[in-house]
């Protein structure tokens, strides 16, 4: 799972049914996350689905779904739960009931003209040191273009692009870096959903490798984790051997993400004591399966290892670790 571009394949939007609207676990497929926050988006603000089939199982007709739309555009900007739920509800009573065949069509993809010009865009005023223009522009590029794309085709080509020229001008630009990097990380953080998982699975870990300081990518992947309401510990920039390792001893995840930018960081030692890790009682031993994200692990592995080369491989592959995402059952 590189830095670079890639095409994110998404799922084709699937179009409610006249006659008995869309689950809550097929909605939140399609939004990006938890069914557990579309259940606590009901339960705290009252966004939920206006029609109950037989059995009291929750349906979302398009009305429903043009209001939680909102809800999940207005977070990723950065506005409390709260307020955000608040102006959705506004506009769910100023707009009057559509039928399902009047559902708004999904936004086209962006052209890669498009695409250039916002990176060139961040790119100039990161340099400019303007930091609000900055903070901005990402934050517009999520909104619009949804967290993947963001990352991909804009975020992680403008970390590039401005890498590359700190390399040729030498010292310079290190400032422009260090900014832009600051801001990339907020955005990605105020992308995360608003509610924290409660889904009753054990939790991911995600850390980077001893001595690795790029972090910013396995942010972009703990977001993308958090709006499909995978429980995650996250730890960040170059953890100790024994750190991750008594992490994984502790918590007993599914799945840990091991983080190398640089071939000079990625540990192969580190990675096979993980995948050979157990924990629990005799006759109930578990243990993790070992993603190795990044550039530095190309052409290393370890048996067994997940080695996803994009975001939404990586996501895909955890996803299979929970079922409990795509299963969860209607509340009555």
Known sequence: MDEGRATHEATPPQTPRQDTGVTTGALARRLGVSPTTLRSWDRRYGLGPAQRAAGHHRRWTAQDIAVVEEM?????????????????????????????AQRRPAPAAA????????????SRAATRMDAPTVQKLLTEAVDRHGLVTAWQDVMAPVLHAVGRKWEEAGD??????????????????????????TLAAPPLVLA?????????????????????????????????????????????????????????????????????????????????????????????????????ATLPQALEQIERYYPEISRAPEPA
């Open 111 to 122: 052209s890669p003209a498009t695409l250039e010009r916002q990176c060139r865009g961040i």
């Open 72 to 100: 999940c555009r207005l977070t990723t900007t950065g506005l409390p739960p709260a307020e955000a739920a608040r102006l959705a509800g506004k506009r769910q009573e100023r707009e009057p009931a559509a039928l399902p």
């Open 208 to 308: 980077c490798v001893p001595a690795e300081q790029h972090v910013l990518a396995l942010e972009a992947l703990s977001a993308g984790l958090s709006r499909l309401g995978v429980p995650q510990r996250m730890f960040g920039a170059a953890v100790p051997v024994e750190a991750v390792a008594a992490a994984v001893r502790r918590i007993g995840p599914r799945v840990v993400v091991l983080w190398a930018q640089a071939r000079s960081t990625a540990s192969l030692p580190l990675a096979r004591h993980l995948a050979d890790t157990h924990w629990g009682v005799r006759g109930a031993r578990g243990k993790p399966a070992v993603m190795l994200a990044g550039p530095g692990w190309a052409g290393r592995g370890v048996r067994g290892a997940l080695h996803p």
């Open 172 to 197: 310079r630009y290190v400032e422009v870096e260090h900014l832009l990097s600051w801001h990339v990380s907020r955005t990605l953080h105020r992308a995360a959903s608003p509610v924290e998982s």
